[in-house]
């Protein structure tokens, strides 16, 4: 991908931006700076349209496959107990930053069908 010259104001603090710019979207008026500001927004409203998970303080999201090395992984919702089943299609977002924890309380927990063979700790990512 080849960069454009990028001339302006990030959009959350105001600083001026000036340089290449790569990429589109959510993220092509904020500075470096503001770039986590922006990612986690963004995680949240994903949360509030069920497109993302967070377990254990860490955000998950069903993408392309690949994820987790394409292994299956399941999760159950807190709120109904439905079970969601992803076949390589999970992805971390990583670890939710201390001071945005209060905006992202878990709504799912890992779910293992049969208890003998669940072989990590639950407070542990699967993989």
């Given at each position: 991908?080849?960069?454009?010259?990028?001339?302006?104001?990030?959009a959350?603090?105001?600083?001026e931006?000036?340089?290449?710019?790569?990429?589109?979207?959510?993220?092509?008026?904020?500075?470096?700076?503001?770039?986590?500001?922006?990612?986690?927004?963004?995680?949240?409203?994903?949360?509030?349209?069920?497109?993302?998970?967070?377990?254990?303080?860490?955000?998950?999201?069903?993408?392309?496959?690949?994820?987790?090395?394409?292994?299956?992984?399941?999760?159950?919702?807190?709120?109904?107990?439905?079970?969601?089943?992803?076949?390589?299609?999970?992805?971390?977002?990583?670890?939710?930053?201390?001071?945005?924890?209060?905006?992202?309380?878990?709504?799912?927990?890992?779910?293992?069908?049969?208890e003998?063979?669940?072989?990590?700790?639950?407070?542990?990512?699967?993989?």
């Amino acid at each position: 991908m080849k960069p454009r010259e990028f001339t302006g104001k990030c959009a959350i603090c105001g600083k001026e931006m000036k340089g290449p710019q790569y990429g589109e979207g959510e993220f092509h008026d904020v500075c470096c700076k503001c770039f986590e500001i922006r990612f986690w927004d963004l995680i949240k409203q994903q949360v509030a349209r069920g497109e993302t998970y967070i377990i254990n303080g860490s955000a998950y999201t069903r993408g392309h496959r690949g994820g987790f090395g394409n292994r299956t992984l399941r999760i159950k919702m807190l709120a109904t107990g439905e079970v969601k089943t992803f076949e390589g299609t999970l992805w971390s977002n990583g670890q939710v930053p201390e001071d945005r924890l209060e905006q992202f309380p878990d709504n799912a927990e890992w779910y293992y069908e049969d208890e003998t063979r669940k072989v990590w700790n639950t407070t542990e990512r699967p993989y």
